[in-house]
């Protein structure tokens, strides 16, 4: 049997797991395993793995939680991974706790383009950046962990006469946006819906994993048949407040946005009344979608390598329970 066949789930009974629920226990154990036969020879899915110490799957990434889409449609139990709609039903029904985690349920993707949109400013910090870099002749790259050294700060303020946030707009935009990964599924959102607008949430359970190694971690993410697309909202900034009553039941995410705390006008901070959580905004490029532990949404993040014990996986029934030996 080669590891892209099926495999039953063995060592459990279905009807003792009970969704919604965080993946764990003999069940949890047992989806992981078959995870890892399958793609266990990845980096970015064999740095997750079943705790027995907890009884939990810990860590999550959006490649992980695709994967284990695949593992649960296999078995054909009427069990998925939670979509941002799920988790929102879930938080007003109280049926789990989310402190100390974060829970990662989809991918956004615009094609609006920095390289295209970028202002003769930027272009020409982005090309004294580069310039200045190479005749340095750094044996080091100056910047680790997000974070760049601060002799050479100093100097590249100094020798392009810029400010040290508008150095750090271009460093930020200068990152991977995971651009390989945006126009394969672009183009496979532009075959079904060739009018569709590319500013769109995907939830991961519509998603599955393709091997290309031509892919920064080996994989890539190929729409299902039943794909759902979910048009972004159109909010005017990349990040604002939100209430949990002012949230689409179909996609989970906020109507609306408050914009900042501070009124501009009288300076004085904005009563955000029950806008209680924060939803930042991904500008381009693909991202995943996170709910942390203080319930806020970040859909910013393009690191889709990243991941923490305080990852866990949200399981979620479709249909009643079944007994598949």
């Known amino acids: ?28 154990e047992e989806v992981n395993k078959e995870v890892q036969r399958i793609y266990g020879k990845y980096d970015v899915i064999n740095k997750i793995n ?10 999550s990434n959006p490649y992980y939680v695709v994967a284990v889409n695949k593992v649960l449609r296999k078995n054909n139990l009427g069990i998925r991974t939670a979509t941002q709609a799920d988790l929102e039903r879930i938080l007003k029904s109280r049926e789990m706790n989310f402190e100390r985690t974060y829970v990662e349920t989809a991918i956004g993707l615009k094609e609006q383009d920095y390289l295209e949109t970028r202002t003769d400013k930027q272009k020409k910090l982005e090309e004294g ?24 700060h ?24 995971n651009s390989y990964l945006t126009e394969i599924l672009m183009n496979q959102v532009k ?6 607008k590319i500013d769109l949430m995907i939830p991961l359970k519509c998603l599955e994993l393709e091997k290309d190694k031509n892919a920064k971690y080996g994989l890539v993410f190929k ?31 906020p109507k609306q946005l408050q914009s900042a705390r501070i009124d ?14 924060i939803f930042y905004i991904n500008d381009f490029g693909l991202s995943v979608l996170k709910m942390d532990g203080g319930l806020h949404l970040n859909l910013k ?7 923490n014990s305080w990852g866990k996986i949200v399981l979620i029934r479709d249909k009643g329970p079944t007994n598949k030996k």
Do not use: C, W
């Not at 100093?154 to 946006?177: A, Q």
């Open 1 to 28: 049997m080669s590891k892209e066949e099926y495999k039953p789930l063995q060592g459990f009974d279905a009807r003792a797991v009970q969704p919604p629920s965080f993946l764990g226990g003999p069940f949890g």
């Open 50 to 59: 079943y705790n027995p110490k907890t009884g939990f799957v810990e860590g």
């Open 129 to 152: 950046f580069i310039e200045f870099h190479n005749e340095m002749k750094l044996e080091k790259d100056p910047i680790k962990n997000g974070k760049m050294n601060s002799a050479y």
């Open 154 to 177: 100093m100097n590249l303020i100094y020798n392009l006469d810029v400010k040290p946030d508008e150095i750090n707009y271009v460093l930020e935009n200068l990152e991977d946006h």
């Open 191 to 196: 075959l079904v819906k060739p009018n569709q």
């Open 223 to 253: 729409l299902r048949d039943e794909s759902e697309l979910f048009e972004l909202p159109p909010f005017e900034e990349n990040y604002g407040y939100f209430s949990s009553n002012d949230v689409d039941k179909t996609t989970g995410l």
């Open 264 to 277: 501009k006008t009288t300076g004085l901070p904005k009563p955000l009344g029950d806008r209680n959580r």
């Open 301 to 307: 993040r393009h690191n889709l390598n990243n991941s």
